[in-house]
């Protein structure tokens, strides 16, 4: 934002958040991969009438406002991102559970991480989100890209969606409204997701608690650990699967800065230490490139690219 004043009108808009609106925030900290320039404006709501007065003050200040969510699965710009940031906290971050008969229902706020919602329902002898276990994502992010792997996605088990619209109104759709497709939900353009219900099944807790063994023991062998990265960047083409292609183009440990691609799993790209948003874009172009080159397949990215790049 150039405008000091409009900085100066904004920041006061949003005085009543105290500690918790962060002007210059670098978002490096805030994300998965370690990487991204500053937040004009971060802030982190702790309920929907805070998060609805973030987006009223945005409207009125004509400022885009950005939902950070869980960091994961994005990829922020050198240049960071203008306008104001949200980074959900507070009842965002709860659960609530509710049992009738083999059927439960869990509602979990948007900012609740998947991996631990997937726990918390095996403990409790729950099905239906096994796969989940190792998903960095939050169930706000998770939703709205129908997140999954190994044969799970998040589709199969969402019942109801809260939200807020542009205006900052309440709003709920239900499954069937989502259009759910492979790494994407069709939400209205603007809506925030707030909160998800989903409907869980009784089953055996140790076949449950098996299932998800299995999913966290594949994830172990077949992923890297122990370096910043997003998940998989790209989505799996029909009928085959991104990792192979980037593989077989022999493109494994290529490298731009302190970016490289994982030799463990070619879907994947690590930051090394003081990666920069610049080199991992430039290797997702030499993979699309390559594997089209060779094989005339253009992967489409999974991970977000936004902000000033």
């Known amino acids: 934002m150039a405008d000091v004043e409009i900085d100066r009108g904004l920041l006061g808009a949003l005085a009543p958040f105290g500690a918790r609106v962060r002007p210059a925030e670098p978002l490096s900290r805030h994300t998965s ?3 991204g320039g500053p937040a004009d404006v971060l802030v982190s709501p702790d309920s929907v009438d805070e998060l609805a007065l973030v987006i009223r003050v945005a409207s009125a200040h004509g400022v885009p406002l950005t939902v950070l969510g869980g960091g994961s699965n994005v990829l922020v710009g050198d240049g960071g991102i203008r306008g104001v940031v949200v980074k959900l906290a507070g009842e965002f971050r709860r659960v609530q559970w509710r049992a009738a008969g083999p059927v439960t229902m869990a509602r979990a706020g948007a900012a609740v991480q998947l991996g631990r919602l997937a726990r918390a329902a ?7 989100l096994e796969y989940a276990e190792g998903i960095p994502g939050t169930v706000g ?3 709205f890209m129908n997140a999954g792997a190994y044969g799970g996605e998040v589709a199969a088990a969402v019942a109801d969606v809260e939200g807020l619209d542009g205006d900052g109104t309440r709003v709920r759709f239900d499954r069937e409204m989502l259009a759910f497709r492979y790494r994407r939900a069709e939400l209205p353009r603007g809506v925030l997701v707030t909160a998800v219900r989903f409907r869980l099944a009784a089953d055996d807790p140790a076949a449950v608690a098996a299932r998800m063994d299995d ?3 594949r994830r172990v062998a077949s992923q890297p650990h122990g370096r910043p990265n997003s998940g998989s960047m790209f989505k799996n083409p029909r009928g085959d699967h991104a990792g192979r292609l980037i593989e077989a183009a022999g493109l494994k440990g290529e490298r731009v800065g302190r970016a490289r691609i994982s030799e463990q799993h070619a ?8 990666a920069r948003a610049a080199d991992v874009k430039a290797l997702m172009d030499t993979v699309q490139r390559a594997v089209w080159e060779w094989r005339g397949v253009w992967l489409e990215p999974e991970v977000r690219l936004v902000g000033s790049w």
Not at 269 to 274: A, L, R
């Open 122 to 128: 095996v403990t409790r002898g729950l099905a239906g």
């Open 267 to 274: 879907n994947f790209i690590v930051n090394e230490g003081g």
């Open 33 to 35: 991969f370690r990487i």
């Open 215 to 217: 999913v966290r023991s």
């Open 141 to 143: 992010g998770a939703t």
